[in-house]
């Protein structure tokens, strides 16, 4: 395996006298960036990093796209669907310059890290000033004093492995919750997923830095933090600190303060009992685990490259239930796998129906290029993978609906998260949303309700 490096301390100093130098050359005005996140929620921490950055060097926010004089779209490569929005509203932003000439528009992200999308991007959008990948997001500043210095359009996608980088300013889009990455990219290579191309090999942050800003962030007022990375399970392999993914839950937990640990996603070929016993005793620890099952047929799991078996699935949904009675369990499904039968399909109907997960997100095969699967035989049309995608969202509505209704009479613990006064949000351990009739000065703490009434995606609570 190529060695990784670590960006020194060096290079980062010199990205903040970048910045600084920005902020100077900004004294004055007050330019407004308008930062668009699309895909996952490392997606969502990277530009909480961006707008770091991008605060350092003078900008304030804005949502409006025609106010914007810089816009930053956040790109995601998971499914064709994903890259055609984006491509779609960046086409839109044709409008927006027009209005606004000296806009600025910078693409990043996953999308654009894939050698074909960025050329595209380089041919077909030249609205677009700067495209820089995932790799590249430490030299931010560095790419955009190169941006607004020359007239010349700037591209910096690299090809590595990766680099650890610690210390990037964060700004952070509320002051309840936080995104805590743990780990960079992944090792993996399910054969239908673009993620480790284009993020790299996995890169743990070192324990002490993890620990330190998840106290950070609990002294700052944060009560709810979720640990980050494609597959936290594998958290420490390459280091050589000899601490797992369940250290880092034990020592999060003894941090003094009233706040909700989650994680995700945890991959299930790595998943071990030591990690839901370690759940069970923090009782800081959400009862909520995310295992993505991808399919219930042991063929289409092989042909995935994921490494577990159905039985071996079943088997760990079985002992984090004895180990967590009542914890909640999501999980993704791809629906529509190269060369997926009709009865490789009903597998994957049965394990929902014998899991009867909390909440699944249902994914029709999307061919992504330089995947091994994209190159699979895929004899099945986008119609029949339609109908079996609507027969497994209603198998699982109607099971989502009666685990839900199971809540009605009973008091949950909740985080009141936000709304207005008469219909507060509020979230459970397990992560379901509640609706609770109370007053805004609640915002932030911790409360008691008794669950009256039940649809699908929500409950509805009030304070006992
Ligand atoms: N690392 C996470 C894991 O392994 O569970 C998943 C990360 S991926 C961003 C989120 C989900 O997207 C996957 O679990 C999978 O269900 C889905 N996905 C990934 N590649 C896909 C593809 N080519 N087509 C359809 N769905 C895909
Ligand atoms: Fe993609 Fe598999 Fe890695 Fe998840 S574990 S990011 S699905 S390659």
């Known amino acids: 395996m190529p060695q990784l490096e670590t960006v020194s301390d060096e290079e980062l100093a010199r990205q903040r006298e970048i910045m600084a130098e920005i902020a100077r050359s900004n004294e004055g005005r007050r330019p407004l960036a308008f930062v668009d996140t699309y895909g996952c929620q490392q997606n969502e921490a990277d530009s909480e990093r961006i707008r770091g950055m991008l605060r350092l060097m003078g900008y304030e926010f804005t949502e ?9 779209v956040n790109t995601c490569a998971v499914r064709e669907h994903a890259e055609q929005r984006v491509l779609g509203n960046v086409g839109a932003l044709n409008h927006t310059k027009k209005a606004k000439p000296d806009q600025k528009i910078v693409l990043c992200g996953c999308m654009v890290q894939q050698k074909h999308m ?19 997001l430490y030299r931010f500043p560095e790419l955009m004093q190169t941006m607004l210095g020359r007239k010349k359009r ?20 509320s ?28 890169r743990s942050r070192r324990a002490a830095d993890v620990i330190e800003e998840a106290r950070s962030l609990v002294e700052s007022g944060v009560k709810d933090i979720t640990l980050l990375g494609q597959n936290v399970n594998s958290y420490g392999h390459d280091l050589d600190e000899g601490h797992d993914f369940a250290y880092l839950i034990e020592r999060i937990n003894a941090i003094p303060g009233d706040f ?81 039968t009709d009865e490789q399909f009903e597998d994957t109907l049965s394990l929902v129906e014998r899991v009867r997960f909390d909440l699944l997100f249902t994914f029709i095969f999307s061919p992504r290029v330089g ?52 219909r507060l949000t509020a979230r459970t351990g397990e992560n379901r949303l509640v609706h609770v009739n109370a007053d805004k000065s609640l915002i932030g703490e911790f409360r008691d309700v008794l669950i009256t009434d039940s649809t699908t995606w929500s409950l509805e609570g009030k304070l006992v």
Not at 154 to 173: I, K, N, Q
């Open 371 to 422: 995947t091994p699967a994209a190159s699979m035989p895929d004899p099945f049309t986008r119609e029949q993978k339609q109908a079996r995608f609507d027969r497994l969202l209603e198998l699982h509505n109607e099971i989502s609906a009666q685990k839900q209704a199971e809540h009605v009479g009973r008091v949950e613990r909740v985080l009141i998260d936000g709304g207005e006064t008469g």
């Open 175 to 202: 002051p309840l919750k936080a995104w805590l990455t743990v780990m960079y990219g992944c090792n993996n290579f399910c054969s239908y997923c673009v993620v480790p191309y284009v993020r790299g090999r996995e």
């Open 260 to 340: 909700v640990i989650r994680f995700m996603t945890s991959h299930p070929k790595d998943a071990t009992e030591r990690l839901f016993r370690t759940m069970a005793d923090c009782e800081k620890a959400a009862k909520h685990i995310h295992l993505p099952f991808q399919s219930g047929n042991d063929e289409i799991l092989r042909a995935m490259n994921r490494h577990y078996t159905r039985d071996g699935y079943l088997r760990l949904v079985d002992k984090a239930r004895e180990l967590m009675p009542g914890v909640s369990l999501t999980s993704d499904v791809i629906v529509g796998f190269p060369g997926e």
């Open 118 to 136: 960025a050329e595209r991007v380089k041919k077909s959008y030249p609205i677009v000033d700067l495209v820089f990948g995932p790799h590249e």
């Open 154 to 173: 700037v591209f910096a996608v690299r090809e590595t492995p990766g680099e650890y980088v610690e210390g990037l300013p964060v700004e952070r889009s």
């Open 64 to 72: 409006d796209e025609f106010a914007a004089d810089l816009i930053v």
